[in-house]
């Protein structure tokens, strides 16, 4: 299954913005993380779901902010109140257990865009 991010787009700070990544059917030990990467800056987590627990996890920058959810072949990623450092590509991704480490993660495609001004 090749996931697939969209959603992104230009808002204001403080605005809301609601990610979506295709997902098709995982199996329920699967795992699901958003990641993010600004311009010269290395790719790092944001946000994961336990695919059959809906167990989630958070980034210290994130956390309060962005919620990470799911549907039967959907993960979503909530963001409120955003900053302009949340500024990135953000990826969605699958593993075969929780990870932080965008390593642990297989990615396709080219990600989803988000441009916070300020």
């Known amino acids: 299954v090749q996931l697939q991010a969209s959603g992104g787009g230009l808002v204001q700070a403080g605005d809301s913005l609601r990610l979506s990544c295709a997902c098709g059917r995982l199996f329920s030990s699967s795992v699901v993380g958003w990641f993010r990467q600004a311009p010269g800056k290395d790719r790092e987590f944001v946000a994961a779901i336990r695919w059959g627990r809906r167990s989630t996890y958070y980034a210290d920058s994130v956390k309060g902010r962005f919620t990470i959810t799911r549907d039967p072949n959907t993960a979503h990623l909530q963001m409120d109140n955003l900053k302009p450092e949340d500024t990135a590509v953000y990826y969605c991704?699958?593993?075969?257990?929780?990870?932080?480490?965008?390593?642990?993660?297989?990615?396709w495609g080219h990600g989803t865009l988000v441009t916070v001004s300020s």
């Open positions: 991704g699958r593993a075969s257990e929780l990870a932080y480490a965008p390593a642990q993660y297989k990615f």
